[in-house]
């Protein structure tokens, strides 16, 4: 009988990826916007038909209030075999502003070593667990895999998952698992193998400021009467103090402070500050003082202003007191922090800068995000760094923490099991902007990690992974 490895496999079938990609990736899912709601469907339909395909004996498509999620299932068959589940999502960003994109949002097309499209990297590169899928299968001569494998990959994540945390909690008894692999995140560079150890929170909203029931004329009302558009403003200013930290009463209170051996993992982390710039398209460097770029991004909660808008936006001058104002605000956070403590220290903290005379209305988007962390000490964590580090010839992999949010905490904290993240895209991917892209032979490294993963957790079996809960 041929017997072939994990990466010879691959590189086998490397077209049949990119083949699939290339159809999957012209589905325009746009989750937030109502008029994509049949190409959500359609990619949801997509997914499933591809993973049947695959040899998937389970394939269901899970409406939900709002976007389909797809389920798929194959069961190892031995009794010891653990179960694994792995997390992405089908919807992607819009593409706004289109003029910027320089080739079609959804037209795939390689350059060199490049994969433009919009969804290439966030999240549609999932796809490579397919291709590590019949990796592993012709590497251990299997007909089923060494572990039973469980895929929800949902179809809101870009809209903020408003509907995800029931679906867990409605279909838990199909979900069950030993390990959740996500696989929604990247790693450092091509050269440097990674994996996200930990992922920040968030809450969000819309600020409104409503003085005069019209806008008025400056100099008529000018000095006399509220003016919303400067009560914002002051409230945007006193969001920080001059060493970057947030000044929400209480915003700090559950933060878990970095220990002396995390800093030093991050400080062993190549970092460029000028090649971080260069991606940013920023001039300098700044944040909360006392901590490294790194740590800002992966380990210290923060709050932004998204966008803020009142009065006359046209070209020249009209002068006005005008009667709105609004601000969008972020706030993204850490281990301990609770999304449920943060909104009403939040709403506090504006509601003492909103003066007399000015009305104020809160708008949240959703519940939050809650933040995770992954322990580096459990033997599910030792076999995703085993995989990985083979999958790239030995090279050692380094444990980082992801500055985005997702619904990755809702995985935990529902199901209860403990979590791995195995995703390749890169710092410079361009994800949610325009011109995103996916390193072609990160796809092939990540199928290779994959195939090899589900082999180490089965040497683990049941036993070895509840072992470390």
Request: hydrophobic fraction near 40%; aromatic fraction near 8%.
């Amino acid at each position: 009988m041929f017997v072939t490895t994990e990466r010879q496999y691959v590189q086998d079938h490397r077209a049949e990826l990119l083949a699939d990609l290339d159809e999957w990736l012209r589905i325009p899912s746009i989750s937030a916007q109502p008029e994509h709601r049949e190409d959500v469907a359609r990619s949801a339909e997509w997914l499933a038909a591809a993973f049947r395909r695959a040899g998937f004996p389970t394939v269901e498509i899970w409406p939900t209030a709002g976007q389909p999620a797809v389920f798929a299932e194959w069961p190892s068959g031995d009794v010891d075999a653990p179960t694994v589940l792995v997390y992405g999502h089908h919807d992607v960003q819009p593409v706004d502003p289109v003029e910027l994109w320089r080739t079609d949002p959804f037209t795939p097309t390689v350059d060199g070593e490049l994969l433009r499209c919009r969804g290439a990297a966030d999240d549609k590169h999932l796809l490579f667990h397919l291709l590590a899928l019949g990796a592993h299968l012709a590497a251990t001569g299997r007909t089923s895999p060494a572990v039973t494998l469980k895929f929800l990959i949902e179809g809101e994540e870009e809209s903020g998952s408003p509907h995800f945390t029931g679906l867990l909690k409605s279909r838990l008894d199909r979900l069950n698992c030993d390990v959740a692999v996500i696989t929604d995140t990247g790693m450092l560079a091509p050269d440097t193998p990674s994996t996200v150890t930990g992922m920040r929170g968030m809450v969000s909203c819309q600020v409104n400021f409503h003085g005069p029931e019209l806008d008025l004329h400056s100099g008529v009302f000018g000095g006399a009467v509220p003016n919303p558009a400067t009560a914002l403003a002051r409230l945007v200013a006193a969001l920080h103090d001059d060493a970057g930290r947030v000044r929400v009463p209480g915003f700090y209170d559950d933060v878990l402070e970095l220990t002396a051996a995390e800093r030093e993992l991050f400080a062993q982390v190549p970092f460029d500050e000028a090649d971080f710039l260069r991606t940013a398209l920023s001039r300098t460097l700044a944040g909360e003082a006392g901590y490294s770029t790194l740590e800002r991004l992966g380990a210290r909660p923060t709050a932004e202003v998204n966008g803020i808008g009142g009065g006359y936006q046209g070209d020249g001058g009209k002068t006005i007191i005008p009667s709105d104002a609004f601000v969008k605000l972020s706030f993204r956070l850490v281990a301990a922090q609770n999304p449920a403590k943060i909104r009403p220290a939040v709403e506090a903290f504006i509601a003492d800068h909103c003066p007399e005379g000015i009305t104020c209305r809160i708008e949240w988007e959703g519940d939050g995000a809650s933040p995770c962390v992954v322990p580096i000490d459990t033997p599910a964590y030792g076999a995703l760094v085993a995989a990985i580090s083979e999958a790239f010839d030995g090279r050692p992999v380094l444990p980082t923490r992801e500055g985005g949010s997702g619904p990755e905490a809702a995985i935990a904290e529902v199901i209860g099991k403990p979590m791995i993240f195995l995703g390749v895209c890169l710092p410079d991917d361009q994800i949610h902007a325009p011109n995103e892209k996916m390193n072609i032979p990160m796809l092939y490294k990540g199928a290779e990690a994959a195939a090899l993963l589900w082999s180490r957790l089965a040497e683990l079996g049941r036993p070895g992974l509840a072992d470390a809960r």
